[in-house]
């Protein structure tokens, strides 16, 4: 049964122990008539619990066979009728009636959300019954079929409704367990599926911009006066596309920004986005940091050693083309359904320029990167170098990090 939908598992589950509950009381009230019978309407008393026991005997093999709608049905207006007779056969003062508010509480429990349109009508039924039953007895003067002496049918009256309100306790109890434990476990799924949600929504927005988001920020643009934005493309990528299979092509893409994921994280920068074998990630948002140029150089210096040792290992003619640039951008969440994080700006366009006029293998820094790193690293001038659209522009490639001065 556990691969059952949720509601229609915790439904039949419940189904299951409200019938067997039912065939207990029934059967120990049965047999309680029995052993105290002293006239035979006493004993036929007994005899219709213990045939109510039968019969609900039967609706549990069929609950237990799969069939939903049915069993749960006949067993409510069964039980409501066996529960009637019953209050009928021994009178008011016996107690029975005690179980009616049980009938009323368990169509809430035993229904699906599909037959949902079937609670009201059966915690109907269960209503109108004890209206009747009291009616019967309180107002027209209904007078049990079991009529016992005064003395004889106190006494009786007495243990009956006892015996029936504890009964009636432990089914209530058994019930607002079940019930409990079903808002423990919406509870947990809830908390689970918030978790998930958070987990997803972290995998493509930084930290701080979910929370905002969540907390209904609309729209969500922030202004950053320097940030390092940095740019890799892997050369050769195309032509072994055509070599490889679908299967081998996405495990090695999975393999090499699986890896500048972790750098970014290492180095505390923010993946921006991948297309197609480009990578792009920026430092200095949307938390502030001072070293920002340094971070993306270092980080686009570990994706180059990460590139080459990817190549020597799988004998691949794959290479790494980086390009770094620092400047103001523009920050936010566009999109209603699918969220994207991403920048705009002239920034952003020159470090795409970075990264195109570069060479394979090597680390393009533009005149503003240069300036904020050039105390930490090693950079070969390379003069002025035609980017398109934005004509002549100072270049430099990083040729190592001064790690003693860091």
Same mark, same amino acid.
């Given at each position: !049964?556990?691969?059952?939908?949720?509601?229609?598992?915790?439904?039949?589950? !419940?189904?299951?122990?409200?019938?067997?509950?039912?065939?207990?009381?029934?059967?120990?009230?049965?047999?309680?008539?029995?052993?105290?019978?002293? @006239?035979?309407?006493?004993?036929?008393?007994?005899?219709?619990?213990? %045939?109510?026991?039968?019969?609900?005997?039967?609706?549990?093999?069929?609950?237990?066979?799969?069939?939903?709608? %049915? &069993?749960?049905?006949?067993?409510?207006?069964? %039980?409501?009728?066996?529960?009637?007779?019953?209050?009928?056969?021994?009178?008011?003062?016996? $107690?029975?009636?005690?179980?009616?508010?049980?009938?009323?509480?368990? &169509?809430?429990?035993?229904?699906?959300?599909?037959?949902? @349109?079937?609670?009201?009508?059966?915690?109907?039924?269960?209503?109108?019954?004890?209206?009747? !039953?009291?009616?019967?007895?309180?107002?027209? $003067?209904?007078?049990?079929?079991?009529?016992?002496?005064? %003395?004889?049918?106190e006494l009786r009256s007495t243990i009956g409704t006892s015996v029936n309100l504890l009964l009636m306790s432990l089914a209530m109890i058994l019930l607002m367990r079940y019930m409990r434990n079903v808002q423990f476990q919406a509870e947990d799924g809830l908390e689970f599926e918030r978790r998930r949600s958070d987990e997803l929504l972290l995998?493509?927005? &930084?930290?701080?911009?979910?929370?905002?988001?969540?907390? $209904?920020?609309?729209?969500?643009?922030?202004?950053?006066?320097?940030?390092?934005?940095?740019?890799?493309?892997?050369? $050769?990528?195309?032509?072994?596309?055509a070599k490889k299979s679908a299967g081998e092509l996405v495990e090695l893409l999975n393999e090499i920004f699986s890896g500048f994921d972790e750098l970014a994280d290492q180095y505390e920068l923010e993946k921006i986005k991948t297309i197609g074998d480009c990578f792009m990630a920026v430092a200095g948002l949307p938390r502030l940091r001072e070293d920002h140029a340094l971070a993306a150089v270092r980080m686009a210096g570990a994706m180059r050693d990460l590139m080459e040792v990817i190549r020597s290992r799988k004998g691949i003619e794959l290479q790494i083309r980086i390009g770094v640039h620092s400047g103001p951008v523009v920050a936010g969440v566009i999109g209603r359904r699918k969220f994207s994080y991403d920048l705009w700006g002239d920034a952003v366009n020159v470090a795409s320029r970075m990264e195109s006029s570069g060479e394979s293998g090597r680390i393009n820094l533009s005149e503003n990167t240069y300036r904020l790193v050039n105390v930490y690293c090693e950079c070969e001038h390379r003069g002025k170098i035609h980017a398109k659209g934005k004509g002549e522009l100072d270049m430099y490639f990083l040729n190592r990090i001064k790690t003693e001065v860091l």
């Open positions: !049964m556990s691969t059952l939908p949720r509601d229609e598992y915790k439904a039949r589950s !419940m189904s299951l122990v409200a019938i067997s509950t039912t065939i207990i009381i029934s059967l120990i009230t049965g047999i309680l008539a029995f052993i105290q019978a002293h @006239r035979p309407l006493e004993f036929a008393g007994g005899v219709v619990n213990v %045939a109510g026991a039968v019969v609900y005997m039967l609706t549990l093999w069929g609950q237990w066979k799969g069939r939903s709608l %049915a &069993p749960r049905l006949f067993f409510l207006v069964t %039980a409501n009728i066996h529960l009637g007779l019953i209050v009928f056969w021994y009178g008011w003062s016996y $107690g029975a009636y005690l179980f009616y508010p049980v009938m009323m509480a368990l &169509p809430f429990v035993i229904f699906t959300r599909r037959q949902k @349109r079937l609670i009201l009508p059966m915690a109907a039924l269960a209503l109108l019954m004890l209206v009747l !039953m009291f009616s019967l007895f309180q107002f027209a $003067g209904t007078t049990p079929i079991v009529i016992r002496p005064p %003395a004889e049918s995998n493509v927005l &930084p930290a701080p911009i979910a929370e905002r988001l969540k907390k $209904g920020e609309q729209p969500i643009a922030d202004h950053f006066d320097a940030v390092t934005i940095l740019f890799a493309d892997i050369v $050769g990528f195309t032509d072994l596309a």
